[in-house]
């Protein structure tokens, strides 16, 4: 499947692929495993422990620092949970972001809407269908909430306003697009395309799983429209999210236009999905900040 994405027709080959789509702890553990079994010669064995013990501690990768920005988003693909509801929210309120965007989480929308948040718990949540769920922290809300349907199968799109706690305002869009690597990528991101140039004035936060690797030509789409990928920005460790436990792929990736300036961006293991989650801290700048 990795190579189909890498070096099929749909994707563009580039020299740098295994540093920028795999994570090169796993990949030289494994190899230096295999060497050991082949010439039996201690050394590899000793290799391959420490560069398996160095991605264990790397795959945790640091959280972000309480405070800084206007907003602390999670992104969260939650692989359609049928059990352990109550243990996968608290997993995701963990450190108190925000915002939470989830994907494939109707089932635990469907909990939450009969048993509620916990205790002692201030949190409020949006389920615009879809599989598509957003929990807000007190004070932030999110209204005017649609969902689209792409034209492409399994591609979904849920947007609307956000309002942060100082007030500060801007357009958020949870993406889910099409996993299978048989079908082009070319018509489901013009179209994204499309829609992403009717978008409201004012900051815009794209964030999902777009299903493509962070260096995938069809980012294009999104690049050439003055978006900026939080992890090229301000990413820390490496840009993979999928498959737990070893990831490969950096396929959830949060977005932002000229109008939204990232200070942090992290990876970290989730214990009931076979996706990382990733936590983002935002400002907002006016529209006289405008970056450059």
């Known amino acids: 499947m990795i190579l189909l994405i890498r070096i099929g027709p749909r994707d563009q080959w580039v020299p740098t692929a295994l540093i920028f789509y795999t994570t090169p702890w796993p990949v030289l553990g494994i190899s230096s495993c295999a060497a050991y079994f082949l010439c039996r010669n201690r050394i590899w064995l000793i290799l391959a422990s420490g560069f398996l013990l160095t991605g264990v501690i790397l795959l945790r990768g640091p959280g972000p620092i309480a405070g800084e920005g206007d907003v602390h988003l999670k992104l969260w693909n939650a692989q359609n949970p049928v059990e352990n509801q109550a243990t996968i929210l608290r997993e995701m309120l963990t450190d108190q972001p925000d915002v939470v965007v989830t994907t494939d989480s109707g089932p635990l929308a469907y909990w939450l809407n009969k048993h509620g948040f916990p205790d002692q718990t201030s949190y409020s949540s949006v389920y615009p269908g879809g599989g598509f769920l957003f929990l807000l922290k007190s004070g932030t809300t999110l209204e005017d909430v649609r969902l689209i349907r792409l034209d492409q199968p399994h591609s979904r799109l849920a947007v609307g306003t956000l309002t942060l706690r100082n007030g500060k305002t801007a357009t958020l869009m949870a993406v889910e697009l099409d996993y299978d690597p048989r079908r082009s990528k070319q018509p489901l991101f013009q179209e994204l395309g499309a829609i992403l140039d009717t978008r409201p004035p004012g900051p815009m936060i794209l964030a999902g799983d777009f299903n493509v690797p962070p260096g995938s030509r069809w980012l294009g789409e999104i690049r050439k429209r ?67």
């Open 226 to 292: 003055s978006f900026f990928s939080a992890f090229e920005q301000e990413g820390e460790g490496f840009e993979v999210s999928w498959p737990m436990p070893i990831p490969l792929l950096g396929i959830d990736q949060v977005w932002g236009d000229s109008q939204v300036l990232f200070h942090r961006a992290t990876y970290s293991p989730a214990l009931h999905s076979d996706h990382r989650s990733m936590n983002v801290v935002i400002s907002i700048l006016e529209e006289n900040g405008i970056r450059d």
